[in-house]
C-alpha cells in the first residue's frame, strides 16, 4: 500500500470511529435524558404529593385554631356576660343599702358567759324568730359588699381562666 492509501484509509477509520463514538453518545444522550425525565417526573409527583400532605395539615391545624379561638371567644362572653351580671346585682345590692331599702344585720350569739354582748337593735324584725340581731352600719355594709364584690369578680376571672385552661389543654 502506498502511504498516500494508508492515509486516506487510517483518516476512513478515523472518521468512521468519530462518526461511531459520536453516534453512540447521542443514543446514550437520549437514553439518558429520557431516564432523567422520568426521575424528574417521579421526583415531581413525589414533590406534589408532599406538598399536598403538608397544605392538608396546615388546613387541618388552621381549622383547629379557628375552632378555639370560636369556642375561646363564647367563653370569654360568657364570662364577660356573667360578670356584668353580677357587677349589675352588686350596684343594685349597694343601692339598695344606700336609699335604706335594705339593711344587713348579723346574728348575735347568746353567750351568757360574755360579759360585753351587743343588745340587738329595737325594733329590728327578721326572718329568725327567738334569735338576737343587731343591724350594721350603713357604711359598714357598703364596706362589706365592696369585700364580697372584689371576691366574687375573683371568683368569676378564676373561672374564666380555668375555662380557657381547660379549653386550650382540651384541644
Known amino acids: 500500500m502506498n502511504p498516500l492509501g494508508l492515509k486516506a484509509w487510517v483518516v476512513a477509520v478515523l472518521v468512521l470511529l468519530v462518526l461511531a463514538v459520536g453516534a453512540t453518545w447521542k443514543v446514550q444522550g437520549w437514553r439518558y435524558g429520557k431516564l ?3 426521575k424528574d417526573g417521579l421526583h415531581q409527583a413525589d414533590l406534589d404529593e408532599i406538598s399536598k400532605a403538608a397544605a392538608a395539615q396546615v388546613q387541618k391545624e388552621l381549622e383547629k385554631r379557628l375552632s378555639l379561638e370560636q369556642s375561646l371567644a363564647t367563653s370569654e362572653q360568657t364570662h364577660h356576660q356573667v360578670l356584668t351580671n353580677e357587677e349589675k346585682k352588686q350596684a343594685r345590692l349597694r343601692d339598695r343599702l344606700a336609699t335604706a331599702d335594705l339593711r344587713l344585720s348579723v346574728l348575735i350569739a347568746e353567750d351568757s358567759t360574755s360579759c360585753n354582748a351587743v343588745p340587738a337593735a329595737s325594733g329590728a324584725v327578721g326572718m329568725v324568730h ?4 343587731a343591724q350594721l352600719d350603713p357604711a359598714h355594709a357598703q364596706r362589706i359588699i365592696g369585700i364580697t364584690d372584689d371576691g366574687d369578680r375573683g371568683l ?16
Open 36 to 38: 432523567l425525565a422520568e
Open 130 to 133: 327567738g334569735a338576737r340581731r
Open 156 to 171: 368569676i376571672k378564676l373561672s374564666a381562666c380555668q375555662a380557657y385552661a381547660r379549653e386550650l389543654n382540651r384541644k
